[in-house]
């Protein structure tokens, strides 16, 4: 596995530029960057979403005489990287990410060190690529972090060939209710109106993403809606166990010091109180499988 350069032939400068990075690209870069050393050992609920995304997309095959092309966007540390490697036999494969410590951390990976695989630091909403470039794009718990979601999926149409297929999972507006309900709750409690960069960036529901697809030019459109759950000793784990793999929210503005304090003191001790089953404290998150096609 190598670095791609600029002079190959896919390439015609970003695309997709009228999008306003509504999420602070730099921070996430950062975080993820960071994260990288522990993403492996923490974040297996991540890579459990890409093992069930492989086994459950009708992945497209190649034929003899044109071996398909595939771009991954948010390949992160190579998890999706090995599994799809591993059900497809691709000619190229091009993983993209944002964070360039996520794509050092996946070239010394051993499940997908492949001539065929070239990595590339980009913005998955600002796609570098001519259109029609690709057969097959994938992704696992990347769209999450996109500023605008239909812009995106546009661009992705863009770059793929008539014919062309998406297969991807992200996080629906579900995931992690419990730490939205806590914070709502201890919100009440104090009479703060809480901005929403408290929440972390905004997660589609199952319609507005098939809406979405739809507008974006995507066709034979398949939904499939899962919910997971990690558990910790407690909810001080769960949220240094999110920073430490990267996933911290990058818009996030805290309030005074000492609103601040009491506030994540009774925000931790709500949840401990509320959402722990068999002496663990549990996280949920709402899954969305999807795969559809460029006519």
């Given at each position: 596995?190598s670095y ?6 896919i390439?015609?400068?970003?695309k997709?530029?009228?999008?306003l ?8 870069a950062l975080?993820f ?7 492996q ?7 459990e ?5 492989a ?7 190649p034929a003899?005489e ?21 059900k497809i036999r691709?000619g190229?494969?091009l993983?993209?990410?944002l964070?360039?410590?996520?794509l ?14 070239r ?5 998955g909403?600002?796609?570098?690529f001519?259109?029609e ?6 992704s696992s ?5 996109f ?11 863009r ?7 998406l297969?991807?999972?992200?996080l629906?507006?579900e995931?992690?209710?419990e730490?939205?309900?806590?914070y709502?709750t ?14 972390g960036p ?7 993403l098939?809406?979405s697809?739809n507008?974006?030019g995507?066709r034979r459109i398949s939904?499939q809606?899962?919910?997971?759950y990690?558990?910790f000793?407690?909810v001080?784990?769960?949220?240094r166990s ?8 990058p ?9 601040e304090?009491?506030f994540?003191?009774?925000v ?19 899954v969305?499988?999807l ?5």
């Open positions: 596995m791609i350069t600029r002079d190959n032939p390439f015609e400068g970003p997709n530029r009228k999008i990075d509504k999420i602070n690209k730099k921070i996430v975080h960057s960071a994260g990288a050393k522990n993403y050992a923490l974040g297996g609920i991540q890579r979403i890409a093992f069930q995304l086994e459950w997309a009708d992945l497209p095959q003899s044109a071996p398909l092309s595939v771009l991954e966007i948010g390949c992160g540390t190579g998890n999706l990287t090995g599994f799809l490697l591993d691709p190229f494969y993983g993209l990410d964070a360039r410590g996520m050092e951390t996946a070239a010394g990976n051993p499940d997908s060190r492949e001539d065929r695989v990595l590339i630091q980009a913005d909403e600002k796609l570098p001519r259109a470039s690709f057969d097959l794009v994938a718990t990347t769209f999450q972090w500023g605008s979601l239909e812009d995106s999926l546009a661009g992705i149409n770059v793929l060939r008539p014919g062309g297929s297969r991807a999972a992200t629906g507006g995931t992690f209710r730490l939205r309900e806590a709502r201890i919100a009440g409690r104090m009479g703060i109106t809480l901005t929403t960069s408290r929440y905004p997660l589609p529901e199952a319609q507005e098939k809406d697809l507008r974006a995507f939904l809606r899962s919910t997971k990690e558990y000793p407690g001080a784990q769960f949220m999110i920073k430490k793999r990267g996933a911290n929210n818009n996030y503005r805290p309030m005074s010091l000492a609103v304090r009491r994540m003191k009774e931790l001790e709500l949840y401990e109180q509320r959402f722990r089953s068999d002496g663990q404290v549990y996280a949920g998150y709402e969305l499988f795969q559809c096609r460029k006519e």
